[in-house]
C-alpha cells in the first residue's frame, strides 16, 4: 500500500477525525467538534493518506520547543489497522526533526 503522511492541516478531514474521537476512541468519548478543530488548531497534526488521498489516520502533538513534545490522538482507522500503518505514523513522527 502506498501512503503519504503530511502536516497540511488543509488535507485533514475534521468531521472524519472528530467522529473517530468522539465515538469510537475511549479517550475522547464525546469532545465537541468545537473541542477537537481547536485542538487541531493549536497542534502539530499528522494525516496519513492513501494514493488516492483518503485519510488512514491521524496524530497529533503538543510541544512547548523547550522540554519535550507530547503525542495525544493517534489513531489509524478501524479498516486501516492490522496493517503496520500506526508504526509507520508513529516511526514518522519520533524521526522529525523538529522534535529532537
Known amino acids: 500500500m502506498e501512503y503519504t ?3 497540511d492541516k488543509s488535507k485533514l478531514n475534521i468531521d472524519a477525525i472528530h467522529n473517530y474521537l468522539c465515538n469510537k476512541s475511549y479517550w475522547a468519548k464525546g469532545r465537541s467538534l468545537e473541542s477537537v478543530s481547536k485542538s487541531i488548531d ?3 497534526c499528522f494525516g496519513l493518506y492513501d494514493s488516492d488521498g483518503n485519510t ?3 496524530a497529533r502533538v503538543v ?3 523547550f522540554v519535550h513534545p507530547y503525542l495525544m490522538d493517534l489513531f489509524i482507522f478501524d479498516e486501516f489497522q492490522g496493517k ?3 508504526t509507520k505514523l508513529m516511526k514518522y513522527i519520533l524521526e522529525q526533526n523538529h522534535f529532537k
Open 42 to 44: 493549536n497542534s502539530i
Open 63 to 65: 510541544e512547548d520547543k
Open 84 to 86: 503496520g500503518l500506526g
Open 5 to 7: 503522511i503530511t502536516t
Open 56 to 58: 488512514l489516520g491521524f
